[in-house]
């Protein structure tokens, strides 16, 4: 929603512009888009950026360690209980290949 107010506000500000009286109006939403692109391709480089270090970490050897920690900082801090490593650890849990067998 944040994209819509700042391509509102372009437009807004065009249409009121010393422009918008001497050109045309086709010319002022252009004009406006092209302010609200290049917003909007800086906004948006920022946060690939940011999702692609995020799948970088995720998915490294560590990456579910990194993970396990950061859920357990967060809750101790809004929670005030502080998890004991037994409950919590930060080893490797080695899961089996397969599911026990039935029966």
């Given at each position: ?9 372009a437009l807004i ?64 801090k809004h929670t ?8 919590f650890g930060t ?13």
């Amino acid at each position: 929603m944040a994209d819509a107010l700042v391509l509102a506000r372009a437009l807004i500000s065009k249409k009121d512009s010393f422009f918008a009286k001497a050109f045309s109006d086709s010319h002022n939403i252009s004009a406006a888009i092209k302010e609200y692109e290049k917003f909007m391709f800086e906004f948006a480089k920022e946060n690939a950026e940011k999702t692609a270090e995020g799948l970088k970490k995720h998915f490294s050897k560590e990456g579910g360690e990194e993970r396990a920690r950061k859920f357990k900082d967060y809750y101790e801090k809004h929670t005030g209980q502080k998890l004991s490593e037994e409950v919590f650890g930060t080893s490797t849990v080695n899961a089996p290949a397969s599911p026990p067998a039935e029966g």
